[in-house]
């Protein structure tokens, strides 16, 4: 099946009021990180159910399916690429890393990052260096950057926490809240698996923490000492 194909069954399967809460819940209005973005009003687990579908799909034609200007496609086409590269073999997993990163512009709100850099980036550089992370971190793309924090959730879940921690120490004077949200995501993370990490890491950074930042990655604490981190008292 062609992308033009895939793209007028994603038109057919389109619902306008599906659409409509879409554009109001990933922030497509003016001066909104999701502006201008296109819905097609798509549900995800729809699409989640057509990736086993278009599975023989190749990096490529999966790439061109990106570069749509319907949010629903790029999802789709990130869902297709996450399954390449988890069944391909090496040579696939380096074309569809390349692939991702040559289309960061297009993996351009926060659940299209989330559904997929771990799994591609992060999963790629398990076992490489790491700087091309410290690079994206770095980026004027607040979707680069928060493609860099998320990556390393592939590193959490196997007990590695270093990456996370030198990226959250390197953005915690970044300006955009889903970057604070991101980085306490994955402070939490860490602090599931850890907390003598997480403990250290805020014992040292949490009264330069932004309040976001800060808030999700105490989120599991009790209470008091919830209260006391809040205060400035950790």
Same mark, same amino acid.
Do not use: C
């Given at each position: 099946?062609?992308?033009?194909?895939?793209?007028?069954?994603?038109?057919?399967?389109?619902?306008?009021?599906?659409?409509?809460?879409?554009?109001?819940?990933?922030?497509?209005?003016?001066?909104?990180?999701?502006?201008?973005?296109?819905?097609?009003?798509?549900?995800? /687990?729809?699409?989640?159910?057509l990736v086993k579908e278009y599975q023989q799909l190749t990096p490529?034609?999966a790439g061109r399916l990106l570069t749509s200007p319907f949010h629903?496609?790029?999802?789709?086409?990130?869902?297709?690429?996450?399954?390449?590269?988890?069944?391909?073999?090496?040579?696939?997993?380096?074309?569809?890393?390349?692939?991702?990163?040559?289309?960061?512009?297009?993996?351009?709100?926060?659940?299209?990052?989330?559904?997929?850099?771990?799994?591609?980036?992060?999963?790629?550089?398990?076992?490489?260096?790491?700087? /091309?992370?410290?690079?994206?971190?770095?980026?004027?793309?607040?979707?680069?950057?928060?493609?860099?924090?998320?990556?390393?959730?592939?590193?959490?879940?196997r007990g590695e926490f270093e990456e996370t921690l030198g990226l959250?120490?390197?953005?915690?004077?970044?300006?955009?809240?889903?970057?604070?949200?991101?980085?306490?995501?994955?402070?939490?993370?860490?602090?599931?698996?850890?907390?003598?990490?997480?403990?250290?890491?805020?014992?040292?950074?949490?009264?330069?923490?932004?309040?976001?930042?800060?808030?999700?990655?105490?989120?599991?604490?009790?209470?008091?000492?919830?209260?006391?981190?809040?205060?400035?008292?950790?």
């Amino acid at each position: 099946m062609s992308v033009a194909e895939i793209q007028k069954r994603l038109a057919a399967l389109g619902d306008p009021r599906v659409a409509e809460g879409s554009r109001r819940f990933f922030k497509t209005g003016p001066g909104q990180y999701g502006e201008g973005d296109l819905f097609r009003g798509v549900r995800v /687990p729809v699409l989640r159910g057509l990736v086993k579908e278009y599975q023989q799909l190749t990096p490529p034609e999966a790439g061109r399916l990106l570069t749509s200007p319907f949010h629903e496609d790029r999802l789709l086409a990130l869902l297709i690429l996450v399954r390449l590269y988890a069944r391909g073999d090496d040579a696939t997993k380096e074309e569809v890393y390349r692939l991702y990163l040559k289309g960061t512009r297009f993996v351009n709100n926060w659940d299209l990052v989330d559904s997929s850099a771990e799994h591609i980036v992060g999963a790629h550089l398990r076992e490489r260096s790491r700087a /091309p992370l410290r690079q994206l971190a770095k980026s004027e793309s607040i979707w680069e950057r928060r493609i860099a924090v998320l990556a390393t959730f592939h590193f959490v879940r196997r007990g590695e926490f270093e990456e996370t921690l030198g990226l959250a120490r390197g953005l915690l004077s970044d300006p955009e809240d889903l970057i604070h949200k991101a980085v306490g995501w994955m402070l939490r993370e860490v602090g599931k698996r850890d907390p003598r990490a997480l403990e250290g890491f805020l014992k040292e950074y949490h009264g330069r923490m932004p309040r976001t930042a800060l808030r999700y990655a105490i989120e599991r604490f009790p209470e008091p000492e919830r209260q006391r981190y809040l205060k400035g008292e950790g």
